[in-house]
């Protein structure tokens, strides 16, 4: 099994909003923001290949959207979803799944694509996509507060596709995605229902991919949570188990939205976990 690092762009949100109840005071040293109060966000996503299998988790924010709305996010970086996936020797048509972690714009925007003629279509044509049914459910009808995160453009051609599966969650906290790979998945409720944290192991190594429970490194800190969360002290809970369980385990976190910081180990210092060794996949695993 081999990973790979798929960069699909940059983009900005409120630095208030991405740190909940800590002062600004204190977040902007971490996360200087712009005059408009905006911080910058990857959204990196995962590409995992087998001898039969080519496995993208999460999708970043795609291109389909109007105009005024991409703008309103502040697309910037060199590199796209395609652009990224070519770079390492791949097309669209070779995916043969697509894990979508949630389906908040900027982690499934990139499934979907727009045809000339106006047409939803799967990005992904020869791709099985991977949701739950209790995110679906919550996803498809969403509360006022989530709405706003959840596109019916990016959600209802997934099911008319006749590509969507639903992983059997059966409420526990990890499934398995398929018994043949080293490749759980964790289930994580805080942030919005049902969110699913791929998990897989190489060789000694197992790597957690975070999605929108530990955003960046500057979200190890319990109590930085997201002001996004449905439910935060949930995700407080979450984040504390998951923490303790990945230092002892020497887990190597891979953050999504991380502007600089792809990856961590975690180390225990007398504030609390806190990152270990930091950088890039390719420095904690062999590509
Ligand atoms: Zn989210």
Not at 24 to 48: E, F, G
Not at 83 to 97: E, P, Q, Y
Request: hydrophobic share 40%; aromatic share 10%; proline share 5%.
């Amino acid at each position: 099994m081999k990973l790979h690092t798929i960069e699909t762009g940059f983009f900005k949100l409120d630095g208030g909003a991405m740190f909940g109840v800590v002062p600004k005071q204190i977040w902007q040293k971490l996360c200087p923001p712009d005059a408009l109060n905006l911080c910058t966000w990857a959204m990196r996503c995962l590409l995992v290949e087998t001898s039969n299998r080519l496995i993208l988790i999460d999708t970043g924010i795609g291109s389909k959207q109007p105009d005024k709305f991409l703008a309103h996010y502040h697309l910037h970086g060199s590199h796209t979803l395609h652009s990224s996936l070519a770079n390492k020797g791949f097309n669209r048509h070779d995916l043969t799944d697509v894990i979508l972690t949630h389906l908040h714009f900027d982690h499934c925007g990139g499934a979907i694509d727009r045809t000339a003629d106006g047409t939803l279509v799967p990005a992904f044509k020869n791709a099985r996509y991977w949701t739950n049914t209790p995110h679906w459910d919550w996803a498809t009808q969403p509360n006022d507060r989530e709405k706003a995160s959840f596109l019916p453009d990016n959600i209802l051609p997934l099911l008319s596709s006749g590509q969507l599966n639903f992983v059997p969650t059966n409420g526990t906290q990890t499934v398995a995605f398929d018994g043949e790979l080293n490749l759980s998945l964790r289930m994580a409720f805080g942030h919005t229902q049902a969110m699913m944290l791929p998990q897989i192991t190489v060789g000694e190594t197992t790597i957690v991919f975070m999605a929108d429970l530990i955003p960046s490194v500057a979200h190890l800190p319990l109590p930085y949570v997201m002001g996004y969360d449905m439910f935060p002290c949930t995700t407080l809970q979450e984040k504390k188990s998951f923490l303790e369980e990945a230092l002892a385990g020497n887990y190597v976190l891979f953050f999504e939205h991380d502007a600089h910081t792809a990856c961590c180990t975690l180390a225990q210092t007398e504030k609390g976990i806190r990152a270990g060794n930091t950088g890039s996949l390719t420095d904690f695993i062999a590509a």
